[in-house]
C-alpha cells in the first residue's frame, strides 16, 4: 500500500527535544523530495521543512531555522524532523508530505506535538 | 514571502449547485517553463488534506472531473460545477514558486 505513516509526537516542554519519524511505503522514497508541514490546532496549514531527494539540500521557515533538522534515510523509507528548543508555538499537528510536480500529492495522517508546561 | 489570499473565507452552498472560490497572491506564479505553480487541496473533517489541482489546472488522479481549476499569475480558481455533500471541508491553495511555501487562510465550504 502507498504511504506515509508519521510517529514521535507527544507531549513535551518548553524548551524541550523531539523526533518525529515518517515512514514511507509503496513507492520508491529515494525519488521524492520530502516536506513536513504542521497545522496548528483550528488554524490553516503551514509549511516547515523540505529536503532533496538525495538529502543534499534542506530549506526550513524562518520560524523553525537553527531549531528544527530536517532528515532522511532512503535506504530505510524514512523522513526525520529533529525539533528542540521547542516553543508554545509549535504546537500541531505534523504532517509529512510528498511532492511531485510542485504539489503534495500524498500526505500521512500526523502525528500531535504539544509543547506546555 | 508570497502571501496568498482566498474569498470567500466562508461558503454555504446547496446540494446541485455550482462553487467557486478565488485565491489570489501578491506574487505572479508563473514560472518561466509556462507553468504555475499553484495547487488546490481539500482537507475534510478530521482528515488530512488531500491533493486536488496542481500546477494551477490539472486534477490529480481520482479527483472528480466537477472539480477545476483555472487561472494564470496572480489570479486562481477553483469551481465546483455540482457540488455534493462529500465536498464538505475546508479548502486551501499553495503557492510552491518560491519558498517558503505559503498557503491561503483556507474556505470553509458547508452544505446548507
Known amino acids: 500500500e502507498v504511504q506515509l505513516v508519521e510517529s514521535g509526537g507527544g507531549l513535551v516542554q518548553p524548551g524541550g527535544s523531539l523526533r518525529l519519524s515518517c515512514a514511507a511505503s509503496g513507492f520508491t522514497f529515494s525519488n521524492y523530495w520530502m516536506y513536513w508541514v504542521r497545522q496548528a490546532p483550528v488554524k490553516g496549514l503551514e509549511w516547515v521543512a523540505r529536503i532533496k531527494v538525495d538529502g543534499s539540500e534542506e530549506h526550513y521557515v524562518d520560524s523553525v531555522k537553527g531549531r528544527f533538522t530536517i532528515s532522511r534515510d532512503n535506504a530505510k523509507n524514512s523522513l526525520f524532523l529533529q525539533m528542540n528548543s521547542l516553543r508554545a508555538e509549535d504546537t500541531a499537528v505534523y504532517y509529512c508530505?510528498?511532492?511531485?510536480?510542485?504539489?503534495?500529492?500524498?500526505w500521512g495522517q500526523g502525528t500531535m506535538v504539544t509543547v506546555s508546561s | 514571502d508570497i502571501v496568498m489570499t482566498q474569498s470567500p473565507l466562508s461558503l454555504p452552498v446547496t446540494p446541485g449547485e455550482p462553487a467557486s472560490i478565488s485565491c489570489t497572491s501578491d506574487q505572479s506564479l508563473l514560472h518561466s517553463n509556462g507553468n504555475n505553480f499553484l495547487a488546490w487541496y481539500l482537507q475534510k473533517p478530521g482528515q488530512s488534506p488531500q491533493l486536488l489541482i496542481y500546477l494551477g489546472s490539472n486534477r490529480a488522479s481520482g479527483v472528480p472531473d466537477r472539480f477545476s481549476g483555472s487561472g494564470s499569475g496572480t489570479d486562481f480558481t477553483l469551481k465546483i460545477s455540482r457540488v455534493e455533500a462529500e465536498d464538505v471541508g475546508v479548502y486551501y491553495c499553495m503557492q510552491a514558486l518560491q519558498i517558503p511555501i505559503t498557503f491561503g487562510q483556507g474556505t470553509r465550504l458547508e452544505i446548507k
Open positions: 508530505a510528498r511532492s511531485q510536480r510542485s504539489a503534495f500529492d500524498m
